[in-house]
């Protein structure tokens, strides 16, 4: 299908959020937190199972090298986070906004991605393999070295992003365009038949066309 990507539903509107409260409201196994603020709190290396948050707020937030296993993340907002080698297996992350914050690393391979917004982050050497991603917005985000391989991506937009070195090798796409964005060795070039590429990233996905064309580009 073409045309332009569907833009992601915004988080649902929170009028009056709680102060977390630690270790009460700590990450744990089946942990259910709603709307929640977290600010300037230290969740480095938490672990949990089936945690449930909805409609929570994280500020200035260490969640790295956090462990997720079959979490579902809901109508919650992330500001100048770090999740840098934060793991989600089996997890779903749906209406949420990212912005600002550290990612270096995440690992959401397998993961359900829906409605998310992505706004000046850094979410290079990230694992999205098998992920499935509707109506996602990546804006100014570093996502070199990303791995997409065997990724679903539908009615999602890259824009000007830094995808250097990324790997999309039997991904599928629709309704995705990559817009004044970076890509430079970028890899599975042949997987982005049904995208939208800005022009002047055609010229920069030459030779990658060409070798997945079986073209050699004569050197004399």
């Not at 100014?140 to 070195?165: K, M, Q, Y």
Request: glycine share 4%.
């Amino acid at each position: 299908m073409t045309g332009p990507p569907l833009p992601p539903a915004a988080p649902r509107q929170v009028p009056e959020r709680q102060a977390a409260a630690l270790p009460r409201d700590a990450i744990a196994d089946d942990a259910v937190l709603n709307e929640l603020d977290y600010s300037h709190a230290e969740l480095e290396g938490s672990t949990a199972e089936f945690a449930e948050l909805f409609g929570c707020r994280f500020a200035d937030t260490a969640l790295a090298s956090t462990v997720w296993y079959r979490a579902s993340v809901v109508d919650t907002e992330l500001h100048s986070c770090d999740l840098a080698n934060a793991e989600f297996t089996e997890s779903g992350w749906q209406r949420l906004l990212v912005e600002r914050s550290r990612l270096t690393g995440l690992q959401l391979a397998g993961c359900t991605v829906q409605n998310v917004r992505f706004v000046d982050d850094v979410i290079d050497l990230s694992n999205w393999r098998f992920a499935k991603l509707a109506r996602v917005v990546f804006e100014r985000c570093s996502l070199t070295g990303s791995d997409w391989n065997t990724a679903r991506l539908e009615n999602v937009l890259f824009d000007s992003c830094d995808l250097t070195d990324a790997q999309f090798s039997s991904a599928t796409t629709s309704r995705t365009r990559f817009q004044q964005c970076t890509l430079d060795g970028l890899r599975g070039v042949a997987s982005l038949s049904g995208s939208v590429i800005d022009p002047v990233n055609v010229v920069d996905l030459s030779l990658q066309l060409a070798a997945a064309l079986g073209i050699t580009i004569a050197t004399d």
